[in-house]
């Protein structure tokens, strides 16, 4: 997974690894890597995140709307009136019943609400023009515990403004909250709704847009009907139906004729799918017609199940759908293919969005299945739905790696990708049940599968409301004006809402059964009239759950699948946090840290996790651990009012009940200052190391989506990488003089004395101009170029001169079809006797082609027995079989490999190292690469002369610098060997180095280094093999050179340098963006925002030095 950002994590480490074997273009020794796997989070805190997962379950309300009808106060004396109710009448319901119910509505969307920070919901437009021409919307909220009308809008007087519009939507998103907001589905592609929707596309919003499903089916049958000019034929069909079915005596004779069946009209709710259900019933007997505009495989069933369907079968049906048409019509495409191009054309422009493929990757039916197809369209629309739905980078990679396990069905997946694990269970409550060891993608997982793909026109709103609420805005009378208003907002609020919520799955099992034994708990079902012991066993009997109770026969499916759910979610323990109650309203718990004097305390049973919900002011929770919990915000870049979130406060009160949990109060003042103290006092003793063993200062720049050049210094030394400070050079990044005015400005606030050398993270831009004019002049500190980009740079000129592109793209091909198709998977492990195809990690991207070339080339026979093997489909990944048995292809494949695994390897020995001092190996490194080339070669100038001169024009114009030389004249290990070869370079970089670095006793230094290099002294001994084996250089010249301590200290600043730059680190950028735009701050302001960077960038660069 490609993001932006990435967590940090350690780079894998080798101990004390020798990066050359002391022959100058010699080759290094082999080391091998010891992969450290670094957990970052407890099972503890995986088992706390778990309790997040959580949905709220709703009572449902009386649709107030309705008591006037003759049904309602039918209903309310059943049974002769043995039931004592009342019913209200008009009046009632404008005073004190619509008072009642807004409580009521407000207690459950509130409630709703609260539960979009799990599963986040969808905006939904229903737009139309009333009778006076006004254009007006309603927006809608639709999530899986309930749906919310929003508020409604007059558009007359913007619609022709864009722009306009898109501050309308953007401002209730903002409302609703963009990190709820998931996707806004708009109900048409006309108008200014089509014009919006073009718009808010085109932008790279955190919010998706799509068009309801049902808006998109009815556009394909338009297209569709036009291409084929079904328009007369609807006419005549229409005609019969209506000839036989609107006259008595023609009724009469078919009944006759038909043994008493009438022509029956299959219900939707979709008005445009009637002329073709009433087709289905006259042309029953058409196949090919009916089967494609009204079958169960298009129209009869499709168009109806689509009020139901969500995002993880959205894919699986529009291919269901293609592929009943082209079997209609015999595999033919010149009959086919224009339909598929219609539906195609609907999808591309209007329906499809990034979470209909992330949605199909994390439906587990579909993915486990053998059918699932991995391509560019759903690889990219799940990269696109975890950058948008996730922020924090650290949750971002750990997210990308818990979806490794999913894929390949490790884990908690192992059992759970079973066909009878996945079978009768939505793709929701699969992950709710299956994925808990992986919490953070289960809460995408959850998040995503939640969403709808229809639109708010199969709620049914009654628009009048609306047009009666925005039309009372011109009411003159202003007494009127008010008790109306108050009146009808209040009217519109309740019934929608009340509507919604109708419309929802949200029910109370008592209302579908009848208590007929009070004493005996019995009770009636009222479908099928079977009795049982209580209304908990009806849930069952409704649900069709458990083998201990009949199950109904005539519920609904909608009402069964409903109860199967919530008892599945009762088993689960995925239940809701209880909340307390203030006054006459619910109030959650994290919103007050004090005791409501009105709240009585309300616990939580066993089966939910005993989490206490009530604070108080008692402070039981140790300073420490009140630091620890600063600790974890500050280094991680959290949103510190995410302290003050009912899931942080519920985990935390998981650990202990009645403990004080820091609100984000206590993470900006005091504890803020606290960690500031012991950040301040951490970078102090690294800076005092600096006169020992100096340091680099490392160059991250980078342009941030507004475009603004910005850049974050960091110093690094063996003692740990420090941050400096962030800068926007947006002003001056043209002005290379103020650039290198800036750069020396920040060496002279470091100490000119402590600063060895600058290392730049790009040889493009305003840091290659930048490189260019320092390194031109005769300057004390040292300007080099960041070992990986310029080992980017090879790799990428040797690509280019050899056409890899296509080989590479190619391998890939590959490794993804194995890998991303389960079936595929699974023939190759029985070939490889259960071994994968495994890729090597690495902390650099441009690396990876390489090593999954690699891994591909070493799997080749594996490979070739798998599409040789009697169980492969022979009409699957053709394409893949035909590039295994191409034998041309594996030569270039071993081509590549000869040309650029000397410089992987190499790479990833420098970032297993275990410290970043590579100065000292950098040359046989280089060395060792080019001979290892060679080798590949055998020895033939023509094939690797080209390869070393790549390797060398970069050496030569960004990577090397003096202290290259001096460290490799400086490292005993190459110094002593009988390989070490002294050239120009060497000596006039070891020179160049001691001029610039030695301030004082150059005179000695150069006569201690007469001795050094005669062995002569302390180094008589210490240049003895069994001396100089398995110890770093520095430690040799800390160890054994104590005779000469002025060469003693210049050679430990000298080897304590690294070749590498600011990237390893990943430093989250978008703080540093923050803290640069400054724009409206106060000084209070923006010092907050400084010491809030400075301890984050430096608790991250300490966690990264662990």
């Known amino acids: 997974m490609v993001m932006e950002e990435r967590s940090c994590h350690t780079a894998n480490r080798v101990g004390d690894v020798q990066m050359g074997n002391g022959h100058k273009r010699g080759r290094s020794e082999d080391s091998s890597s010891n992969n450290v796997s670094i957990g970052v989070e407890t099972d503890k805190q995986d088992m706390l995140s778990n309790k997040a997962q959580k949905k709220w379950v709703f009572g449902k309300c009386v649709n107030l709307s309705a008591v006037d009808a003759p049904c309602f106060k039918e209903m309310m004396t059943v049974d002769g009136g043995q039931m004592g109710l009342e019913s209200s009448d008009c009046h009632d319901l404008n005073g004190w019943r619509l008072q009642d119910a807004l409580e009521e509505v407000q207690d459950r969307v509130e409630k709703i609400k609260e539960s979009w920070a799990i599963t986040g919901c969808s905006i939904l437009l229903d737009a139309w023009v009333d009778q006076k021409g006004r254009d007006l919307v309603t927006f809608v909220a639709d999530c899986p515990a309930g749906l919310v009308y929003l ?144 079958s169960s495989n298009w129209n009869n069933e499709q168009c109806i199940a689509i009020s139901n369907l969500h995002l993880g079968y959205v894919y699986d049906t529009m291919d269901s759908i293609k592929e009943s048409i082209a079997r209609e019509f015999n595999h033919k495409p010149q ?88 079978t009768g269970i939505s793709p929701a409550e699969w992950w709710a049940h299956k994925a808990s060891q992986y919490p953070e993608l289960q809460s995408l997982a959850i998040k995503i599968l939640s969403q709808t793909c229809e639109g708010a026109s199969k709620y049914k709103l009654k628009r009048s409301l609306a047009e009666k609420l925005l039309l009372s805005e011109g009411m003159s009378n202003r007494e009127r004006q008010h008790l109306d208003e108050l009146s009808d907002s209040l009217s519109v609020f309740c019934e929608l809402n009340e509507t919604l919520k109708m419309a929802g799955t949200v029910v109370d099992v008592r209302e579908h059964g009848i208590c007929v034994d009070k004493k005996k708990s019995r009770v009636k079902c009222n479908y099928c009239g079977k009795e049982m012991n209580s209304f ?180 690094d030394c063996p003692a740990g990488p420090v941050y400096l400070k962030s800068i926007d050079v947006s002003v001056v990044k043209n002005d290379v003089t103020a650039l290198l005015s800036l750069v020396n400005g920040l060496v002279e606030e470091v100490g000119v004395h402590n600063v060895t050398q600058i290392i730049a993270c790009s040889t493009s831009g305003w840091v290659g101009e930048l490189g260019k004019l320092f390194s031109g002049h005769d300057r004390e500190v040292f300007w080099s170029v960041s070992l990986s980009h310029c080992f980017e740079l090879m790799l990428v000129k040797i690509g280019k001169m050899r056409s890899f592109g296509d080989i590479l793209d190619k391998v890939n091909t590959i490794w ?201 002294d302390c180094f008589n001994e210490a240049s003895q093999p069994d001396q100089i084996s398995g110890i770093s250089p520095i430690d040799w010249w800390t160890e054994k050179a104590s005779q000469h301590p002025e060469l003693q200290s210049f050679a430990i600043k000298i080897l304590s340098q690294t070749c590498e730059g600011a990237s390893r680190y990943k430093l989250k950028r978008s703080l540093a963006e923050k803290l640069l735009l400054t724009e409206g701050m106060s000084h209070c302001e923006r010092k907050h925002l400084e010491e809030l960077a400075f301890v984050h960038y430096n608790l991250h660069l300490q966690s990264c030095k662990a």
């Open 151 to 294: 508020i409604s809008f007059d558009v007359s007087d913007f619609k022709d403004d864009v722009t306009a519009l898109l501050s309308l939507v953007n401002g209730l998103v903002e409302e609703v909250g963009v990190r709820n907001v998931t996707q806004i589905i708009a109900c048409s592609t006309s108008g200014w709704v089509g014009e919006l929707g073009e718009l808010f596309a085109g932008h790279d919003r955190e919010v998706f847009w799509s068009v309801s499903v049902s808006h998109c089916f009815e556009l394909m049958l338009v297209k569709i009907s036009k291409i084929r000019s079904f328009g007369d034929i609807f006419d005549k069909v229409n005609n019969i139906w209506l000839f036989i079915n609107n006259n008595p005596s023609v009724l009469n004779i078919f009944r006759d004729q038909c043994h008493g069946i009438d022509i029956t009209v299959s219900s939707s709710e979709f008005e445009f799918v009637t002329p073709y259900l009433i087709l289905e019933s006259i042309f029953k007997a058409k196949k090919n017609l009916t089967a494609m505009f009204a």
């Open 335 to 422: 009959f086919y293919k224009p339909l598929w191009d219609v539906i195609d054309d609907v999808w591309n422009k209007h329906l499809h969005n990034p979470l209909h493929a992330a949605g199909y990757f994390l439906n587990p039916t579909a993915f486990y299945s053998t059918n699932f197809h991995l391509d560019i369209e759903v690889v990219t629309g799940l990269i696109s739905s975890l950058i948008h739905m996730v922020e924090d980078c650290h949750v971002q990679f750990k997210i990308s790696t818990q979806i490794d396990m999913y894929r390949l069905g490790k884990d908690c997946f192992n059992e759970a990708s079973q066909a009878d694990q996945i």
């Open 536 to 715: 908990h066993r009806l849930k069952h009997h409704l649900g069709a759950v458990g083998t201990d109770v009949t199950h109904c026969d005539q519920v609904s499916l909608t009402l069964r699948e409903t109860f199967r759910t919530m008892l599945m979610e009762d088993k689960s323990g995925y239940t809701t946090p209880k909340t307390k109650r203030v006054g006459k309203f619910q109030m959650a718990d994290s919103r007050k840290r004090r005791k409501t004097e009105d709240s009585s305390s309300k616990s939580v049973s066993p089966e939910q996790g005993n989490v206490a919900v009530e604070v108080d002011n008692q402070d039981l929770l140790s300073s420490k651990a009140q630091k620890c919990i600063g600790r974890f915000f500050y280094e991680h870049c959290v949103d510190l009012s995410a302290v003050d979130s009912p899931c942080f406060k519920e985990m935390m009160m998981a650990l202990g009940v009645g403990q004080k949990i820091p609100d984000s109060h206590d993470l900006n003042g005091r504890l803020l200052q606290e960690a500031m103290k012991e950040v301040q006092d951490y970078v102090k003793n690294i800076k005092d190391s600096w006169k020992i063993t100096g340091c680099s200062i490392l160059l991250d720049a980078w342009i941030d989506p507004k475009g603004h050049d910005l850049v974050s210094f960091v110093a």
């Open 816 to 1016: 993804e079809f194995i890998n991303n198709n389960p079936s595929a998977l699974k023939i190759y492990r029985d070939q490889s006797h259960g071994k994968d195809i495994t890729v090597s990690s690495s902390e650099f991207e441009f690396v990876k082609p390489y090593l999954i070339l690699k891994s591909v080339f070493k799997a080749k026979k594996n490979l070739a027995a798998m599409f040789a093997s009697s169980v492969w489909k022979k009409e699957e990944g053709k394409s893949v079989s035909n590039l295994v048995n191409d034998s041309s292809f594996w030569e270039a494949v071993e081509e590549i490999l000869k040309c650029t695994s000397p410089l992987t390897d190499g790479l990833r020995l420098f970032s297993n190292a275990d410290n970043n001092q590579h100065v000292g190996y950098i040359y046989d490194t280089l060395d060792g690469i080019k001979l290892s080339i060679k080798k590949e070669f055998n020895d033939e100038k023509k094939h690797y002369l080209t390869l070393w001169d790549v390797i060398d024009d970069v050496w030569n114009k960004h990577l090397h610098n003096p202290l290259h030389a001096a460290g490799y004249y400086l490292n005993p290990t190459s110094f002593y060997s009988t390989d070490f070869h002294l050239d120009p370079e060497v000596s006039s970089g070891l020179t160049h180095s001691l001029v610039h670095v030695a301030k004082e006793g150059q005179i000695k230094i150069a006569s201690q280094l007469d001795r050094y290099r005669l062995g002569k």
